[in-house]
């Protein structure tokens, strides 16, 4: 079991510039969420799919937030365009059906200039 | 939607002393609860789950933590910790049926000191 992988482990970027950030699920499981992380505002659930298809996406900051999960092994959220207050770690993490915990990656910390 | 309240954003306390870190969640319908662990630079990893049967839930390295009704808490708890033990801890609340909507607390910070 090779864990839920994330990528890239670190971004920075510029204001404006579009960042795309990579989930690989656990294989087997059926649902993904995506999270984010900052001091101030704690752990956020931004997304999350069961079998590919978004269930709740209220979370979402705005527009310039899009998720997508082509196929059960492979998810992807992107920025555009990014701005500093984008800067956070964002987790993806992955789960069977309920009732089932979560098995969280290790993260992407975006830095946004 | 439920929700989670973590009464602590802080908690310090020396080596070998007793600890809970305290957790309440709302939900108009009956709950799944989990206690989750975070270390520097990494993600979330399941301590302990409450899904049913015995109140009384119980994790591999020494914390538990019980499950009240009434009271709608989920403290968890640890007799003596160790230095290894600090860390960020997070409450957590999925829905009995339905999808696997799972809700955070916003974290505790446990800083366990010499």
């Known amino acids: 079991d090779a864990g839920v992988i994330q990528s890239p482990r670190h971004e920075v970027t510029e204001m404006g510039q579009e960042v795309t950030l990579r989930c690989k699920p656990i294989?087997?499981?059926?649902?993904l969420f995506w999270y984010r992380q900052t001091m101030m505002r704690g752990l956020e659930l931004l997304i999350y799919?069961?079998?590919?298809?978004?269930?709740?996406d209220s979370g979402m900051p705005e527009d310039r937030f899009s998720a997508k999960m082509p196929n059960a092994s492979f998810s992807t959220l992107k920025i555009q365009p990014s701005e500093p207050r984008d800067s956070a770690v964002y987790f993806c993490?992955?789960?069977?059906?309920?009732?089932?915990?979560?098995?969280f990656g290790n993260g992407t910390r975006l830095t946004v200039t | 939607a439920q929700s989670v309240t973590q009464l602590d954003s802080q908690v310090p306390v020396f080596e070998e002393a007793p600890v809970e870190l305290r957790c309440n969640y709302s939900?108009?319908?009956?709950?799944?609860l989990f206690w989750y662990v975070q270390y520097p630079n990494q993600g979330l990893q399941l301590l302990l789950k409450?899904?049913?049967?015995?109140?009384l839930v119980e994790s591999i390295n020494g914390f538990e933590a019980e499950f009240n009704k009434s009271q709608t808490s989920f403290h968890l708890r640890k007799p003596s910790v160790h230095i290894s033990d600090t860390a960020e801890y997070f409450c957590?609340?999925?829905?009995?049926?339905?999808?696997?909507?799972?809700?955070f607390g916003a974290g505790t910070r446990l800083t366990v000191k010499p």
């Open positions: 993490a992955s789960s069977r059906t309920a009732p089932s915990p979560l098995h």
């Open positions: 957590a609340v999925s829905p009995l049926r339905g999808d696997n909507d799972m809700r």
């Open positions: 294989s087997g499981h059926n649902s």
């Open positions: 799919f069961n079998n590919n298809v978004p269930i709740d």
């Open positions: 409450y899904l049913s049967g015995s109140t």
């Open positions: 939900s108009s319908v009956s709950v799944y």
